[in-house]
């Protein structure tokens, strides 16, 4: 069916299941940088303050 090799993919995945499947693959291989350092504590911090001048903006 395929020209291209097979990438142990499901039985009738579309060519776009497939390349969104090989896309997730890719970014999950990538490093991801340490979580819970100080950019995103301070990132936390800068939302909380700002949150409660903006009582439309919950979640």
């Given amino acids: 069916m395929n020209d291209t090799p097979a ?4 039985e ?4 776009i299941q497939r ?5 997730k693959a ?10 819970g350092g100080r950019f ?3 990132q936390a ?3 909380q ?3 409660k001048s903006k009582p439309w903006m919950g979640r």
């Fill in 26 to 35: 890719t970014l999950d291989a990538k490093p991801k940088p340490p979580r």
């Fill in 45 to 47: 911090a800068a939302h």
């Fill in 7 to 10: 990438d142990d993919g499901p």
């Fill in 40 to 42: 995103q504590r301070e």
């Fill in 49 to 51: 303050s700002s949150s």
């Fill in 19 to 23: 390349a969104l499947r090989l896309k």
């Fill in 12 to 15: 009738g995945e579309t060519p």
